[in-house]
T-cell receptor, first 114, second 112 residues
Framework: GAVVSQHPSRVICKSGTSVKIECRSL??????MFWYRQFPKQSLMLMAT?????????EQGVEKDKFLINHASLTLSTLTVTSAHPEDSSFYIC??????????FGSGTRLTVV | GNSVTQMEGPVTLSEEAFLTINCTYT??????LFWYVQYPGEGLQLLLK???ADDKGSNKGFEATYRKETTSFHLEKGSVQVSDSAVYFCALSVDSNYQLIWGAGTKLIIKP
């Protein structure tokens, strides 16, 4: 079936540094990629939607300069958290559409900013 | 380990039919349970949730009851509309863990 590989699964970084999270569709072309953020025991929050080759569409309240999304190819999308702060600590997950299953989730990345 | 199992799709119904999408789970501790919906071309949206046994989540005519005795959280709607056509995901979140555990998703097709 359709597989999305997301890494790293966990990352700890210092405040003020940047972190890049990658999502790769391994066996299908991901025409659209969704990026979500989740706080403990709460639901996912959609951050942005990206289509290959075009700029991402960000949800209201999400800082586009802080959460940089690149979807340069049909198999790779990246989310870069720039100048990370402790309040950015969260669980980030991507979801890709384009495979036979419709939508496929990555396994998520737990970001801890210290 | 923690897991979510939901019925395979696609599920095809006529407008105004009764809908049930089954979801069962295994989990340690006391999970919160969620139903998410993804409409064509859009991102996931939280549809409803329940955080403890016997809680009923409801939204947009959809309901689901947290049944601890049967470890289930089935999604129901009394009368579906064409606009309900979407993919529905059941998920759980366990204490002290950020991560959502997802079902595979069920595609729902409503025909006029």
């Amino acid at each position: 079936g359709a597989v999305v590989s997301q890494h790293p699964s966990r990352v700890i970084c210092k405040s003020g540094t940047s972190v890049k999270i990658e999502c790769r569709s391994l066996d299908f072309q991901a025409t659209t990629m969704f990026w979500y953020r989740q706080f403990p025991k709460q639901s996912l929050m959609l951050m942005a939607t990206s289509n290959e080759g075009s700029k991402a569409t960000y949800e209201q309240g999400v800082e586009k300069d802080k959460f940089l999304i690149n979807h340069a190819s049909l198999t790779l999308s990246t989310l870069t958290v720039t100048s990370a702060h402790p309040e950015d600590s969260s669980f980030y997950i991507c979801s890709a559409s384009g495979g036979k299953g419709g939508y496929t989730f990555g396994s998520g990345t737990r970001l801890t900013v210290v | 380990g923690n897991s979510v199992t939901q019925m395979e799709g696609p599920v095809t119904l006529s407008e105004e039919a009764f809908l049930t999408i089954n979801c069962t789970y295994t989990a340690t501790g006391y999970p919160s349970l969620f139903w998410y919906v993804q409409y064509p071309g859009e991102g996931l949206q939280l549809l409803l949730k329940a955080t403890k046994a016997d809680d009923k989540g409801s939204n947009k005519g959809f309901e689901a009851t947290y049944r601890k005795e049967t470890t289930s959280f089935h999604l129901e709607k009394g009368s579906v509309q064409v606009s309900d056509s979407a993919v529905y995901f059941c998920a759980l979140s366990v204490d002290s863990n950020y991560q959502l555990i997802w079902g595979a998703g069920t595609k729902l097709i409503i025909k006029p």
